[in-house]
């Protein structure tokens, strides 16, 4: 995004622990397992999580600003970030995926963004491996 890309540009570029991690799994873990906990586990787990039970706890259908918030902020956290530009990436992938969530009131337009982002992050690491 431009504001990640302005981030970068003022604080440097990011190599968060997170994605460190996932990229050092692949040395142990063979691609194909690593691309069903990547591009399909990880999405449903999560937005089940994330957007399922912070979002519409119990059976409600629709929910607040501050849900979204909430959720977005400890999707951000969850995910490690070590530094002010994986901070707001993470928290700002969030609040998309919760936005999708609210404006859609369900959690499935979440988990094929996340699918989606995850899927582009794989492709990624393959090319560059």
């Given at each position: 995004?431009?504001?990640?890309?302005?981030?970068?540009?003022?604080?440097?570029?990011?190599?968060?622990?997170?994605?460190?991690?996932?990229?050092?799994?692949?040395?142990?873990?063979?691609?194909?397992?690593?691309?069903?906990?990547?591009?399909?586990?990880?999405?449903?787990?999560?937005?089940?999580?994330?957007?399922?039970?912070?979002?519409?706890?119990?059976?409600?259908?629709?929910?607040?600003?501050?849900?979204?918030i909430i959720s977005a902020t400890l999707f951000g956290i969850v995910?490690?970030?070590?530094?002010?530009?994986?901070f707001y990436t993470y928290v700002g992938m969030g609040f998309i995926?919760?936005?999708?969530?609210?404006?859609?009131?369900?959690?499935?337009?979440?988990?094929?963004?996340?699918?989606?982002?995850n899927l582009l992050g794989f492709v990624a690491i393959m090319a560059?491996?």
């Amino acid at each position: 995004t431009m504001g990640s890309g302005l981030l970068t540009m003022y604080f440097g570029p990011s190599e968060p622990i997170n994605q460190i991690a996932v990229e050092s799994l692949f040395d142990f873990i063979p691609e194909y397992l690593m691309f069903i906990m990547i591009v399909i586990v990880a999405p449903i787990g999560e937005e089940l999580f994330f957007r399922g039970v912070l979002l519409f706890p119990g059976d409600k259908i629709d929910t607040s600003w501050v849900r979204v918030i909430i959720s977005a902020t400890l999707f951000g956290i969850v995910h490690a970030p070590t530094d002010v530009v994986s901070f707001y990436t993470y928290v700002g992938m969030g609040f998309i995926f919760a936005y999708a969530s609210k404006r859609t009131q369900s959690i499935e337009a979440a988990i094929v963004y996340h699918f989606l982002n995850n899927l582009l992050g794989f492709v990624a690491i393959m090319a560059y491996r």
